[in-house]
């Protein structure tokens, strides 16, 4: 896989540079110069492949030019080892389930792969590596929990005080180890703009080698595209037969742009639901054509309160780049915190299914999406993450307690470890350096 950046002012790379550099020195983000389509057979015969069965023979497709085959193979086995189950919800709606791993969000894709294919390379190389990351909250934790004790790499991660859940903070704050949690006195948004900022000063590259986990690095999107072709595999199991359709909660859209990867290498799909909360840049740009990031809004699904989409542009690109083409292949919708709230609740009362805020949001935009064009197609929603991780949302407006997976339980009693941060360059810069 040769890879350019979306800036045409960087020279192009190779699949380990892009995941070490992270972001192209002219500022852009790293693309595939080419995604070619899987082999017929391929879709021939995935109602017989597994999770990992796909994730090999996508990797296969996409980087056999720089892995052999059993490298390929080891980097699935040790990062694919969670499910991610269609579940009915309701005719012709399934739910993605993608809360199955380590942090109980979609994210543990992203980072386990990104962990594996990382060490795989440093280990040839032997180097050490400081990956700086920024976190809405669901980042974070998967990031900790993919790179942690993983030898020749420090992870130091960035979120924003006082903005992420509870579990969600314990995630970031209790690894300890090679894990440092930097508490920002800000918003997402400061978060990522340091992160930017650090990969594009001198002085900092030339004391480390620094590496992203956000989702603008390749390596997390490429994982992401494996359960779009399983979810896939699975409705053909289930006999489904109508057009099938994506709908996936989105923040920075990164995991809508792993689906239109997959779109791109020919997974039949009718068509990709962006479902938004009050951060709606994208859908407005959908409907009019005009794309005007603007600051970040706090709502109830913070994993994906963001204002400047850091993957937009790599969504356009992957959606055919007009405006015209990218309308065609996706649409886009949003939901208010009371919508939010009501559908959660709407949910748990006819389906006895909870959902996390992000995914209540999916279901929102799914059901405004079947409104404007009929419900004739099978609907796929991307959960992102288990509703434990938003407990007290959760429990509040579906006014009950509700069960707690062991995994998120155990981590409430450990105390957390932070180190507190303004949100200015130089106070950030000076702590990296010291
Ligand atoms: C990160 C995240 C999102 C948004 O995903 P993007 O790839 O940034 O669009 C949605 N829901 C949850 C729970 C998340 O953690």
């Not at 600051?295 to 542009?313: C, H, K, R």
């Not at 915190?337 to 299914?353: C, G, I, P, W």
């Not at 929603?381 to 998120?408: M, N, Q, W």
Request: glycine letters at 8%; proline letters at 6%.
């Amino acid at each position: 896989m040769k890879l350019y950046s979306t800036q045409h002012e960087s020279p192009d790379v190779s699949l380990e540079e892009a995941i070490f550099r992270g972001l192209p020195p002219d500022n852009g983000l790293y693309m595939p110069q080419e995604i070619a389509p899987m082999p017929a057979v391929f879709f021939e015969t995935i109602h017989t492949l597994t999770l990992p069965q796909i994730a090999v023979a996508v990797c296969k497709h996409l980087l056999g030019d720089e892995l052999t085959d059993a490298e390929i193979e080891g980097i699935i086995a040790r990062s694919m080892t969670f499910e991610a189950p269609v579940v009915d919800l309701e005719p012709n709606v399934g739910v993605l389930e993608l809360f199955h791993g380590p942090s109980m969000a979609f994210k543990d894709f992203g980072a386990r792969f990104m962990a594996a294919i990382m060490s795989h390379y440093l280990v040839k190389s032997a180097r050490e590596i400081r990956i700086l990351v920024a976190t809405s909250g669901d980042t974070g934790g998967a990031v900790a929990q993919g790179f942690f004790n993983t030898p020749g790499i420090s992870v130091t991660i960035l979120y924003p005080s006082g903005k992420v859940s509870d579990i969600q903070e314990k995630q970031l704050t209790t690894l300890g180890g090679n894990v440092t949690a930097l508490e920002i006195d800000g918003t997402f948004d400061d978060c990522q703009r340091l992160v930017k900022q650090a990969f594009l000063d001198a002085e900092l590259r030339a004391a480390f080698e620094l590496a992203s986990a956000n989702s603008i690095n390749i390596a997390r999107l490429i994982p992401q595209s494996f359960y779009y072709f399983a979810a896939y595999a699975e409705a053909r199991r289930k006999g489904v037969t109508k057009p099938i359709v994506f709908c996936v909660p989105s923040g920075n859209f990164g995991n809508i742009s792993a689906g239109l990867m997959a779109y791109s290498m020919g997974l039949p799909v009718h068509d990709f639901i962006a479902a938004c909360n009050e951060n709606h840049p994208v859908p407005d740009y959908l409907a009019t054509g005009n794309y005007t990031p603007s600051p970040s809004v706090e709502t109830l699904s913070n994993a994906m309160d963001v204002g400047t989409p850091s993957n937009f542009i790599r969504m356009k690109i992957l959606a055919g780049d007009e405006w015209k083409a990218v309308r065609d292949r996706m649409k886009g919708y949003f939901t208010s915190d009371e919508k939010t709230q009501a559908t959660m609740l709407d949910v748990f009362e006819r389906n006895s299914y909870i959902m996390c805020p992000h995914t209540a949001v999916g279901y929102d935009g799914l059901s405004q999406y079947m409104d404007e064009y009929g419900d004739d197609v099978f609907g796929i929603i991307l959960a992102t993450a288990h509703y434990a991780k938003f407990l007290p949302t959760v429990e509040s407006t579906l006014g009950c307690t509700v069960d707690v997976p062991e995994r998120l339980a155990s981590l409430l009693h450990l105390q957390k470890k932070s180190i507190p941060m303004g949100t200015d360059f130089e106070g950030f810069k000076k702590y990296l350096l010291g």
